[in-house]
């Protein structure tokens, strides 16, 4: 029930559900087409994934090649990778937040968001 005892407009309610899916669904592909980078070791190691997480590109300056310490190496690659990741969920709230909150707001329980 509607406060002032009026039933809710059904077809209103249903197409703003889906203009609420069809701009999710664009705010989506956006951030699977978005690259953001994340680095570490002061730039040694970068690496780049797209807004929805997907690791696309990895660099590591010669610099920080040491065969005698690769351990080093991985630890800054995963710090890379992970900075990456943190960029890519910022830019999912920024994108995405604004739809989860038209739809009942953050943890609304809504399959494939983050927050």
């Known amino acids: 029930m509607i406060p002032g005892g009026g039933q809710p407009n059904m077809q209103q309610l249903l197409q ?3 203009k609420m899916q069809q ?3 664009k705010a989506q592909e956006e951030l699977a087409r978005t690259e953001v980078d994340g680095q ?3 730039g040694l190691v970068k690496a780049t994934v797209t807004g929805s997480g997907e690791l696309r590109g990895l660099v590591i300056d010669p610099k920080a090649v040491d065969p005698e ?3 080093t190496l991985a630890d800054l ?3 890379a990778v992970q900075a990456a990741n943190e ?3 910022n830019l ?3 994108k995405l937040g604004p739809l ?3 739809m009942g707001g953050g943890g609304s329980g809504i399959p494939g968001l983050p927050f």
Do not use: S, Y
């Open 16 to 18: 703003q559900a889906q």
């Open 23 to 25: 701009d999710l669904a």
């Open 40 to 42: 570490a070791g002061g």
């Open 69 to 71: 310490d690769t351990e």
């Open 77 to 79: 690659v995963v710090a």
């Open 87 to 89: 960029n890519a969920q």
């Open 92 to 94: 999912q709230q920024q």
């Open 100 to 102: 989860a909150q038209g």
